[in-house]
């Protein structure tokens, strides 16, 4: 069992930052990858940002390339996904996740079925 607290979520003004953390606790040794979505109003889920234990690779989606960074903090076992110029479009609540299955592939990482465990979520509202 892997518990996800999401945190860092907020009200911003457009261009501005902020950083999530997602905090893992349980059987964190069975994790492999880390998976950051989000969902607005009437929307689906969709994918943001994903990143391999045993590597560090990542991916992201198109909307987000350039402006989100993933990454890990290993000391307090948590994964942080650092947005910077943010826009209204990225409006949302914020959910992480995370798989005890290696892919090869980046791409897998980008399902959310290839994730068991997910958060709470944490909302992020960006003005314009």
């Known amino acids: 069992q892997v518990s996800l607290v999401e945190s860092g979520g907020g009200l911003v003004r457009a261009e501005a930052s902020l950083r999530l953390s997602c905090a893992a606790s349980?059987?964190?040794?069975?994790?492999?990858?880390t998976g950051w979505f989000r969902q607005a109003p009437g929307q689906e889920r969709e994918f943001v940002a994903a990143i391999r234990r045993r590597d560090g690779g990542t991916t992201y989606a198109d909307s987000v390339k350039g402006r989100f960074t993933i990454s890990r903090d290993t000391a307090v076992n948590a994964v942080i996904l650092q947005m910077d110029s943010l826009i209204p479009e990225d409006t949302a609540t914020y959910y992480c996740?995370?798989?005890?299955?290696?892919?090869?592939?980046?791409?897998?990482?980008?399902?959310?079925?290839?994730?068991?465990?997910w958060g709470q979520g944490t909302q992020v509202t960006v003005s314009s």
């Open positions: 349980g059987r964190t040794m069975i994790i492999d990858g």
């Open positions: 996740a995370t798989t005890n299955l290696y892919y090869k592939e980046m791409a897998y990482y980008r399902a959310s079925r290839t994730y068991r465990y």
